[in-house]
């Protein structure tokens, strides 16, 4: 079984900062592309953030120069560097990644699949 862990989020003021973390664990042969979704109360879950397993980033347009996305393969970790936060920004944020699990027992890698943390509530508010 593949895990996903969200840690981080917590209550912060506009224009200040939060870093998210997200570790995979289990039995895992590769990670892919990994990523950071959100979901504000009443709207649909958006996609906010991706890295590829050779580091490449993309960004909705409403964080570019604000969040980064970054990863450490040894650690199985994504991050999500969240800086001159806005009320806006407020949400649950979900990680997401492409991982292909293995057998425990003989190390062949099962077919690629879509794993979701539980979330972590992310508030911005004065």
């Known amino acids: 079984q593949v895990q996903l862990v969200e840690s981080g989020g917590g209550l912060v003021q506009p224009g200040g900062s939060l870093r998210l973390s997200c570790a995979a664990s289990g039995s895992i042969f590769s990670i892919y592309a990994m990523n950071w979704y959100r979901q504000a109360p009443g709207k649909q879950r958006e996609l906010v953030a991706t890295?590829?397993?050779?580091?490449?980033?993309n960004y909705t347009d409403s964080v570019k120069g604000r969040f980064t996305i970054s990863r450490d393969n040894a650690k199985n970790t994504v991050y999500l560097q969240m800086n001159s936060l806005k009320p806006e920004d407020t949400a649950v944020y979900f990680c997401?990644?492409?991982?292909?699990?293995?057998?425990?027992?003989?190390?062949?890698?099962?077919?690629?699949?879509?794993?979701w943390g539980q979330g972590t509530q992310v508030t911005v508010s004065s």
């Open positions: 890295i590829t397993s050779d580091g490449s980033t």
């Open positions: 997401n990644a492409d991982i292909s699990a293995k057998s425990r027992s003989s190390g062949v890698p099962f077919t690629r699949s879509n794993y």
